[in-house]
């Protein structure tokens, strides 16, 4: 069993930034996947970052160059730093972690209860 537990989201305007933080209750990264989903209202939740338990990120096209995955090992924390926001990236963000994580693979693991982003125009 794993505990997520995300912290960071808000209301922003168009073109500013956010640090969303994702904790979890024991060490997985060396064996899990993480990453960050979003879901909007009446869309599906789609897959908007992720990094494999050896480090390598990856991006939905639409958050490529603006959004950033990272992690720290020594918190068991994982990272979403997102810059340039757009009213189009508000949605609940949930942090999830699984085995693998990837566009095309169906959802998985564990998930944190979603932290909600708001950005204005």
């Known amino acids: 069993q794993v505990q997520l537990v995300e912290s960071g989201g808000g209301l922003v305007q168009a073109g500013g930034s956010l640090r969303l933080s994702c904790a979890a209750s024991?060490?997985?990264?060396?064996?899990?996947?993480m990453g960050w989903y979003r879901q909007a209202p009446g869309k599906q939740r789609e897959l908007v970052a992720a990094?494999?338990?050896?480090?390598?990120?990856d991006y939905a096209d639409s958050v490529k160059g603006r959004f950033t995955i990272s992690r720290d090992n020594a918190k068991n924390t994982v990272y979403l730093q997102m810059n340039s926001l757009k009213p189009e990236d508000t949605a609940v963000y949930y942090c999830?972690?699984?085995?693998?994580?990837?566009?095309?693979?169906?959802?998985?693991?564990?998930w944190g209860q979603g932290t909600q982003v708001t950005v204005s125009s």
């Open positions: 999830n972690t699984a085995p693998i994580i990837r566009v095309g693979v169906p959802p998985s693991g564990y």
């Open positions: 024991r060490s997985i990264f060396r064996f899990n996947a």
């Open positions: 990094m494999t338990s050896g480090g390598s990120p």
